[in-house]
C-alpha cells in the first residue's frame, strides 16, 4: 500500500501521453492505465503494465479496504488509501492541460466502469 502511494508520488511531475507506461512501467509520460499500473506495479500487485481492457477483469470485483480500480475501456482510475489516481480532472469544463497522472481532489462517479479490487487489499 505505502509503495504504491509512494510511486503514484512519483508521476506528479510526469505529463500525460497516450500509451505511455504501456511497454515498460518507467517511461517519460504516460496515460491512465500506465499510471495504474506503476503504482500497483511498485507495489508488486501486477507484474507488467496492463491497459484499460485488462483492468477490467483485474484482481476481484467489488471495492477493496485499500485499493479500487475503475476500468472501463478507454479509460481506467484507482482510488488508493482514499485518495483518486487520475490522469483526468473529470471537471468537464476545465479540458485544457488537465491530463496527467496525480492524485485528484474530486471524486469521479463509477458509473459505467468495472469496478475490481486486488485481492486481499
Known sequence: MKRAIWAANQLRS????YGGGHRSFN??????????SYA???AGLVKFPMPSSRFK???ARGHGKWITVYAR??????VIAGLRLDTTT???RRREDSRAPRWQ????PPRG???RHPAGL
Open 90 to 92: 473529470y471537471n468537464t
Open 57 to 59: 477483469k483485474f484482481g
Open 14 to 17: 510526469k505529463p500525460y501521453r
Open 113 to 115: 466502469f468495472e469496478v
Open 40 to 42: 500497483l506495479g511498485a
Open 105 to 108: 481532489a474530486t471524486a469521479r
Open 27 to 36: 517511461d517519460s509520460g504516460y496515460d491512465c492505465s500506465g499510471t495504474v
Open 73 to 78: 475501456n478507454g479509460h481506467t482510475f484507482a
